[in-house]
Nanobody
Framework: QVQLVESGGGLVQAGGSLRLSCAAS????????MGWYRQAPGKQRELVAL???????NYADSVKGRFTISRDNAKNTVYLQMNSLKPEDTALYFC??????????WGQGTQVTVSS
């Protein structure tokens, strides 16, 4: 079993930055992919960024060039550095983890609000 604890959300003005963190505990040796998703009110949850065990990454087109995902395997932690934030980035951000057996775990979510 894996537990995910997120931190780093908050309120920021447009153009500002935030850094999200997600620490995994439990069966950490089975971690494969880690990522961030977000869900805005009235919208479906969408992938923001993903980092695989080998270090390759994927980003949503809407955040490319502004967000950077990174991973500290020793700490079993994934980060999302968000720069040049826009009001449309406002959402509940969820940490996601996939194990080597393709089990999926979610964090509780951390709110990011960007004011114009």
């Amino acid at each position: 079993q894996v537990q995910l604890v997120e931190s780093g959300g908050g309120l920021v003005q447009a153009g500002g930055s935030l850094r999200l963190s997600c620490a995994a505990s439990g069966s950490k040796s089975s971690i494969r992919d880690m990522g961030w998703y977000r869900q805005a009110p009235g919208k479906q949850r969408e992938l923001v960024a993903l980092i695989r065990s080998g270090g390759s990454t994927n980003y949503a087109d809407s955040v490319k060039g502004r967000f950077t995902i990174s991973r500290d395997n020793a700490k079993n932690t994934v980060y999302l550095q968000m720069n040049s934030l826009k009001p449309e980035d406002t959402a509940l951000y969820f940490c996601n983890l996939v194990t080597i057996w393709s089990q999926t775990y979610w964090g509780q979510g951390t709110q990011v609000t960007v004011s114009s």
